[in-house]
């Protein structure tokens, strides 16, 4: 399979603590893009990298989310002290190019469910 | 008000039923636009890409009217399988930022 991944598909996890996501963009794919999605919403821009590089990080961001992608390949979403509030899906995309056209290929996204 | 706004819905048609759905948006300035597809529970997958001449895939048309802020999405003789959340996307700075609507949902009826 050469699409995105992300790994785990699943978490749960208590108030206060501490999780990472991860995802495996489509090879070469030179941007990755990191997304939250609730119920009967669209997907929310989290942050985005052109190769290892972060380039724009959204202002409903908050201090405890963190992101990597170091080498520019994979990349790691970190949640610190997470909330109830930041039960969601986590998507995360990749494409390829260097205008605003290029498709998004979207991973299966995780799950979080913090209790 | 929203930077991208969508009739959340959902439009309940009949097979082979022609259904419409607009999206607005409020950065003038927005450059590139998009109509993604969303199945229950899965991830979001190209649908198509809004130039501003206007473009046909198949049986799905989109537009874009520049002075209205708003771009369409028309879906002509409805199969189940259209059966989805049809979520409006902009590039509102020239970034690569993107911004989702909350989608549209279609069910289509036999």
């Known amino acids: 399979d050469t699409g995105v991944s992300q790994n785990p598909r699943h978490k749960i996890t208590k108030r206060g603590q501490n999780v990472t996501f991860r995802c495996d963009p489509i090879?070469?794919?030179?941007?990755l893009y990191w997304y939250r999605q609730t119920l009967g919403q669209g997907p929310e821009f989290l942050t985005y990298?052109?190769?290892?590089?972060?380039?724009?990080k959204s202002r409903l961001l908050s201090d405890r989310f963190s992101a990597e992608r170091p080498k520019g390949s994979f990349s790691t979403l970190e949640i610190q002290r997470t909330e109830q509030g930041d039960s969601a899906m986590y998507l995360c995309?990749?494409?390829?190019?260097?205008?605003?056209?290029?498709?998004?290929?979207f991973g299966p996204g995780t799950r979080l469910l913090v209790l | 008000r929203k930077e991208v706004e969508q009739d959340p819905g959902p439009f309940n048609v009949p097979e082979g039923a022609t259904v419409a759905f607009n999206c607005t948006y409020s950065?003038?300035?927005?450059?590139?636009f998009f109509w993604y597809r969303q199945d229950c529970r899965k991830e979001p997958k190209l649908l198509m890409s809004?130039?501003?001449s206007g473009n046909e895939d198949g049986r799905f048309t989109a537009q874009l009217n520049r002075a209205s802020q708003y771009i369409s999405l028309l879906i002509r003789d409805s199969k189940l399988s259209d059966s989805a959340t049809y979520l409006c996307?902009?590039?509102?700075?020239?970034?690569?930022?993107?911004?989702f609507g909350a989608g549209t949902r279609l069910f289509v009826k036999a």
């Open positions: 995309a990749s494409s390829l190019g260097d205008t605003v056209r290029e498709t998004q290929y």
């Open positions: 090879s070469e794919h030179n941007r």
């Open positions: 990298f052109q190769n290892e590089a972060q380039l724009e």
């Open positions: 950065n003038s300035a927005s450059q590139s």
């Open positions: 809004v130039y501003s």
């Open positions: 996307v902009v590039n509102p700075t020239g970034g690569f930022k993107t911004i």
